[in-house]
Structures are given as C-alpha cells and as structure tokens.
C-alpha cells in the first residue's frame, strides 16, 4: 500500500477523492490505516489533523484507530495528551486492548513515570486484560530504575501464575534492578534460577553481574563470573574488558589491569575510550605518567580523542584534596607534554592544592604562570589565594591581594569579603572587619546568613559579646530569618555574659522560627547549665535531645562526665560512663586522666569507687 511505501501524503490525496464520491466512502480502516502512515513517517500534525477531519466526517474511531495515535504520542513522549485520548477512548465506549495499555504503559516507563506506570498497570489488569511480555518487561524495567526491584521482583514472579514464562529481556532487567540495589544474593538466586528454568545467559546478562561485583571492590567473585562466562563458550566483550580495567584501577591494582588491557588485545578485542580513560586515570593517580602519555599517544594514533583537559583537571583535584599537590602538579606537566592546554580551572585547582598545604609562594608562582599563559584570573581564583593567606595568618597578603581584584576588574562576591572578615576577626582586628562590613554594604554585595554567621561570631570570639547580642537583636527587629547556626552562636553568647533567662527564651522559641534544634544547639545548652550548676535542668535537656534523635557525639558524653566528676557528682556521672561503648562513643585521655586523679591513690573520691559501673571500679590506679 502507499502507506506501507511511506507515500501517505498520495494516500491522503486518494483518501479525499474517495470522501468526494457517493458510492465508495472512506471508512475506520481507512483513516486509521493513514494516520497510522503519517505517525510513522513522524507527520504527528497530520495525524492528528485526519483524526479531527475522520470524526467530522461521522467516521467512529475504532481501538485500532485510537491505539496507533496514543502509541506515536507515548513514543514521542507526548503522555499528557496519550491519557488525554485514552480517556477519551473509553467515554466514547471504545475499550482499550492490551496494544493500547502496553503503550501507555512503555511510555510512562520510558520517561521513568513509575507511579503512571502502576496505575496502568493496575488499570489493565482490573479490566481483565492479560498482560503480554512486552507490557510485563516494560513495568518491570520503570520499577527497577527507580530503585523498586522488590516491587519489580512481585510482577516477575506473577507472570507465570498469568499464563507468562519470563523471557531473557525478564531475567535481564530484574538483574540489572538487583545489581544496582547491590542485592547480590537475590542477584545470583535469580540467575541460578534463569539457569534452572533453561534460559541460556548471553554477554549481557554477564557483563551485568561482572560490573555488579567489580564496582564494589569483590573482584573474586567477578572473576568467577567471568570464568563461567567463557565456560559457556562466550567471549568476554569490550564491557567486560572496560568494567574489570576499571574496577582494578580504582583499587590500585594497576599490573593486573595492565594485565586485562594486554589480554583483551590480544584475544582481538580493540580497547575502547573507556578503557584508556581507566588506565590513564590510575596511571595518573598512582604517578605511573611515563606510561599514561605512552597510552594517550597511543589512542591519538588511533584517532580516538584523548582525555580532555576536563578529565585531567577531575584527577587534579582529587589529588590535591588528598594533600598530593606535588603529584598534582605532575600531572600538569603532562598536560602539557601531550599539547592539552590548560585552562582557568587547571591553574585554579593547582592554586588551590598549594594554598591548602600553606605554599603560598608557589601557589602565586603558579597564578603568575596563568597570566603569562593569557588567562585570566577569574573570582574563584583570588578567593582561593586570598583564603589562603587568610588561614596561613598572612592577613595583609590577603588584603593586599583582595585589593589588587579592583585593579584587575574582578569584582568580589559574597564568597571574596566572608573570607576576609574571617581572616580579620581570627586576626583580631575588630575595627578592621567593621569597616570591610560597610564596605560590603556599600558596594552593593549582597550579605549572606554565612556573613551574619562570621560576623556575630567573630565579635564574640573577641570579646565583643554584647556587641554580637545588640547586632543580633537588631537585625531580628528587621526580619532576617537566622539559621540554627547562628541561633547556636548566640545561646552560647547569651550563657558567656550571663544573660540566661534571654538564652533559654532564645532556647524555646527556636520552634517558633521553623526551626529545630541540632546535637550543637543541645550540647551548648548542656554544657552550660551544667557550669552554672544546673545538674537537674541539664539531665532534662539530655533527655530532650535523646528523644530528638540527635545523634550523641563522644565529645559530649565526655565533657558531661568531667564536668560531673568535678561537682562531686559521682552517681550521675556514672550513668554517663555506661554510655561509653567503645565505638561510637569513647573515653578520652583526659577523662580517662581525670578518673585516675580523683580515684586512685589518695584521690579525694578513692572511697566512693562502687558508685561507678563495674568495669571502671579500678584497683591499683588501673581503670
């Protein structure tokens, strides 16, 4: 037919004669047959226009009819106007076939709808349509992306009591959905079952449990997948070969995956981009760099593209935040023996690693060397340098640098003055970070709850405490919504210049903010009221944070314990020590020094020992 030749457009010039003559009127067959045409020559306005045109005519769609136009809007992922005409499908008493639902059904899993899915799912079966192992694959593999293989594991094993036997794209998918969840034990149950019920295992079903087991480190049991794979007299793949050189290089094991990159070679198996990306990578990483340029000289004479200067500068960074910038600076070397050029985030990333292990002579060497290279020093780049003077104690260097970003025409963000009024308060210089404030005002900046946050702590880390409180009150009357952070700060500031009854008002009404107190906001007020002698109030507290779910930090369960034993509190202080597990929470030097103070010997509590849990009722000064 014209249609089936993709000539619709002549197949609808005949269709109109037809319309014109009195003895042969196109019927349902005949639209349905050209719209169906048009959807598949990719004409959905067509479509869709002879639709309108066919029901003008008197002509009454028929499921075929309904189902060719919801199935071209399903694949082009048109489902808002798919439901549109399955509803209207069954308002005019059409009733959807099992073609129509498994389109819905396919289109709403293709886009990761899972829920859609279900509810059409649910919808098909309860009009008493039998799924067919299309539609069955297809909810499967919507329920499997999205984390669900549970729920995919029900319908898998539901097909069958459905007159459905699980094909491989069945076992395929469920694989897949458990290897992703990391249910390795399902995984293999599953595929001895496959195995059981005489479905041959292809390439794919064992690149997915390969890849399962390589990616978590568990490469013995990956190689006896792959030993059972060529035992079938299949051929590990160019997957196979990419997911084992991956998976050794990232644990270090470079020989061995030099070892699978030979082999696959030599089995006639041609490395992909992802096997040189491996290798280079973990080449890189563990300083291998004579045999990671011999590898991408390598994939240049093979016309593949090298790693990009992206690729390089993600290995850089890692390094450098690992505290390897020597390494780090290795490997811009080799970015430029291979002829990658760097780029601004090259330079910033190597800026970056010298700054972080205090060598700001060679991390301005290094921002010299940019400029010379013709780029431009962007913002994160002096934010990065002026940081580092900052934490190195060079507050004037990082002024100095702050100062040259004007002449540079790089304008400071937040980011730029929250570091210099860090730097200035942790240098002590009060009035100075005063005056940057204005100065971040004046320019127009906009102020940050981290600069809030920076600020009122600083003045308080100065003894400025009052002034913090004044500050706080004052933006408070303005409607500036705190975060916890800051609302932590100024409980602790309140309890430092003994204006308690506003630090437990400030307390109370964190609820009122929509907030919720944290482990910080719990363990501050703790530890305070325990100063002031406040045993009872601080037990209340604990409880509060113990029924908040907060999580208890060794750090405090510690500090309640000194602080305990140094008011004589020794019952007390016990039931804390029974806390001490070991793990999560541990006994510190310090508490561990204190209790051989006050119980050993000639302590002043030797004779109250017994108060204390068993395993810490020492003999001889030993705990």
Same mark, same amino acid.
């Given at each position: 037919?014209?249609?089936?030749?993709?000539?619709?457009?002549?197949?609808?010039?005949?269709?109109?004669?037809?319309?014109?003559?009195?003895?042969?009127?196109?019927?349902?067959?005949?639209?349905?047959?050209? *719209?169906?045409?048009?959807?598949? =020559?990719?004409?959905?306005?067509?479509?869709?226009?002879?639709?309108?045109?066919?029901? @003008?005519?008197?002509?009454?769609?028929?499921?075929?009819?309904?189902?060719?136009? *919801?199935?071209?809007?399903?694949?082009?992922?048109?489902?808002?106007?798919?439901?549109?005409? #399955?509803?209207?499908?069954?308002?005019?008493?059409?009733?959807?076939?099992?073609?129509?639902?498994?389109?819905?059904?396919?289109?709403?899993?293709?886009?990761?709808?899972?829920?859609?899915?279900?509810?059409?799912?649910?919808?098909?079966?309860?009009?008493?349509?039998?799924?067919? %192992?299309?539609?069955?694959?297809?909810?499967?593999?919507?329920?499997?992306?999205?984390?669900?293989?549970?729920?995919?594991?029900?319908?898998?094993?539901?097909?069958?009591? &459905?007159?459905?036997?699980?094909?491989? %794209?069945?076992?395929?998918?469920?694989?897949?959905?458990?290897?992703?969840?990391?249910?390795?034990?399902?995984?293999?149950?599953?595929?001895?079952?496959?195995?059981?019920?005489? *479905?041959?295992?292809?390439?794919? +079903?064992?690149?997915?449990?390969?890849?399962?087991?390589?990616?978590?480190?568990?490469?013995?049991?990956?190689?006896? *997948? #792959?030993?059972?794979?060529?035992?079938?007299?299949?051929?590990?793949?160019?997957?196979?070969?990419?997911?084992?050189?991956?998976?050794?290089?990232?644990?270090? &094991?470079?020989?061995?995956?030099?070892?699978?990159?030979?082999?696959?070679?030599?089995?006639?198996?041609?490395?992909?981009?992802?096997?040189?990306?491996?290798?280079?990578?973990?080449?890189?990483?563990?300083?291998?760099?004579?045999?990671?340029?011999?590898?991408?000289?390598?994939?240049?004479?093979?016309?593949?593209?090298?790693?990009?200067?992206?690729?390089?500068?993600?290995?850089?960074?890692?390094?450098?935040?690992?505290?390897?910038?020597?390494?780090?600076?290795?490997?811009?070397?080799?970015? /430029?023996?291979?002829? =990658?050029?760097?780029?601004?985030?090259?330079?910033?990333?190597?800026?970056?690693?010298?700054?972080?292990?205090?060598?700001?002579?060679?991390?301005?060497?290094?921002?010299?060397?940019?400029?010379?290279?013709?780029?431009?020093?962007?913002?994160? /780049?002096?934010?990065?340098?002026?940081?580092?003077?900052?934490?190195?104690?060079?507050?004037?260097?990082?002024?100095?640098?702050?100062?040259?970003?004007?002449?540079?025409?790089?304008?400071?963000?937040?980011?730029?003055?929250? %570091?210099?009024?860090?730097?200035?308060?942790?240098?002590?210089?009060?009035?100075?970070?005063?005056?940057?404030?204005?100065?971040?005002?004046?320019?127009?900046?906009?102020?940050?709850?981290?600069?809030?946050?920076?600020?009122? &702590?600083?003045?308080? @880390?100065?003894?400025?405490?009052?002034?913090?409180?004044?500050?706080?009150?004052?933006?408070?009357?303005?409607?500036?919504?705190?975060?916890?952070?800051?609302?932590?700060?100024?409980?602790?500031?309140?309890?430092?210049?003994?204006?308690?009854?506003?630090?437990?008002?400030?307390?109370?009404?964190?609820?009122?903010?929509?907030?919720?107190?944290?482990?910080?906001?719990?363990?501050?007020?703790? &530890?305070?009221?325990?100063?002031?002698?406040?045993? =009872?109030?601080?037990?209340?507290?604990?409880?509060?944070?113990?029924?908040?779910?907060?999580?208890?930090?060794?750090?405090?369960?510690?500090?309640? %314990?000194?602080?305990?034993?140094?008011?004589?509190?020794? +019952?007390?202080?016990? =039931?804390?020590?029974?806390?001490?597990?070991?793990?999560?929470?541990?006994?510190?030097?310090?508490?561990?020094?204190?209790?051989?103070?006050?119980?050993?010997?000639?302590?002043?509590?030797?004779?109250?020992?017994?108060?204390?849990?068993?395993?810490?009722?020492?003999?001889?000064?030993?705990?």
């Amino acid at each position: 037919s014209l249609c089936d030749d993709s000539r619709s457009q002549q197949a609808l010039g005949l269709l109109q004669v037809m319309a014109k003559g009195d003895d042969c009127s196109p019927g349902v067959l005949s639209y349905s047959t050209l *719209i169906h045409g048009f959807f598949k =020559e990719g004409e959905v306005g067509k479509a869709c226009n002879l639709f309108h045109e066919m029901m @003008r005519q008197g002509v009454v769609p028929d499921v075929v009819t309904y189902s060719s136009i *919801i199935d071209a809007l399903c694949k082009a992922g048109a489902m808002d106007k798919a439901e549109l005409f #399955l509803r209207q499908m069954v308002d005019n008493s059409v009733r959807p076939d099992t073609v129509t639902y498994t389109s819905m059904i396919h289109g709403y899993s293709t886009l990761g709808r899972w829920k859609e899915a279900t509810k059409m799912f649910r919808e098909m079966t309860s009009r008493g349509l039998i799924p067919n %192992i299309v539609t069955w694959n297809s909810f499967m593999a919507s329920l499997c992306k999205h984390g669900k293989s549970k729920e995919a594991a029900e319908i898998f094993f539901s097909m069958a009591a &459905r007159g459905h036997k699980p094909d491989i %794209i069945s076992y395929t998918i469920l694989l897949h959905g458990y290897a992703n969840e990391g249910s390795f034990a399902d995984m293999m149950n599953l595929f001895n079952s496959m195995v059981g019920d005489g *479905i041959v295992a292809n390439c794919q +079903v064992f690149n997915i449990l390969i890849d399962a087991y390589a990616k978590q480190g568990m490469m013995d049991e990956a190689m006896i *997948i #792959l030993n059972k794979m060529r035992g079938q007299g299949l051929s590990p793949d160019v997957f196979t070969y990419s997911t084992l050189v991956s998976a050794l290089c990232k644990m270090g &094991r470079l020989a061995d995956a030099m070892g699978k990159f030979s082999q696959m070679i030599g089995r006639g198996v041609q490395p992909n981009t992802v096997v040189y990306h491996s290798l280079v990578q973990g080449l890189c990483t563990h300083g291998v760099l004579v045999k990671a340029k011999e590898l991408v000289n390598e994939m240049m004479n093979k016309g593949m593209l090298r790693p990009n200067i992206a690729f390089f500068n993600s290995i850089m960074d890692n390094l450098c935040n690992e505290g390897r910038v020597v390494d780090a600076h290795h490997i811009f070397d080799l970015v /430029t023996d291979i002829g =990658e050029k760097p780029d601004v985030i090259t330079f910033s990333t190597l800026i970056d690693g010298y700054c972080l292990v205090g060598e700001m002579e060679k991390a301005c060497g290094v921002l010299d060397a940019m400029v010379s290279a013709g780029i431009e020093p962007d913002v994160i /780049t002096y934010n990065t340098l002026v940081s580092g003077y900052c934490k190195s104690g060079r507050i004037d260097d990082g002024l100095n640098l702050f100062r040259e970003m004007s002449h540079m025409e790089v304008k400071p963000t937040t980011v730029t003055y929250n %570091i210099i009024l860090d730097g200035l308060f942790h240098a002590g210089r009060t009035v100075a970070a005063k005056k940057m404030l204005h100065e971040m005002i004046g320019s127009g900046t906009p102020v940050s709850m981290h600069t809030y946050d920076i600020f009122i &702590r600083g003045l308080c @880390r100065n003894d400025c405490t009052n002034e913090a409180i004044a500050l706080f009150q004052k933006l408070g009357a303005l409607n500036v919504k705190f975060d916890i952070a800051i609302l932590n700060s100024m409980i602790n500031a309140m309890y430092k210049v003994q204006r308690r009854e506003e630090a437990n008002k400030l307390f109370a009404a964190i609820s009122t903010t929509g907030l919720v107190p944290n482990a910080s906001t719990y363990g501050i007020m703790i &530890r305070n009221l325990l100063k002031e002698g406040s045993v =009872e109030e601080a037990e209340d507290m604990f409880s509060s944070m113990e029924k908040s779910d907060c999580a208890l930090s060794s750090r405090l369960i510690n500090d309640i %314990i000194r602080m305990l034993l140094e008011k004589g509190e020794i +019952v007390k202080a016990g =039931e804390y020590m029974s806390k001490v597990d070991g793990k999560s929470i541990s006994l510190e030097a310090s508490t561990s020094s204190l209790l051989l103070s006050l119980f050993s010997g000639k302590g002043k509590y030797r004779e109250q020992i017994q108060l204390l849990p068993a395993k810490y009722q020492f003999f001889d000064g030993t705990i």
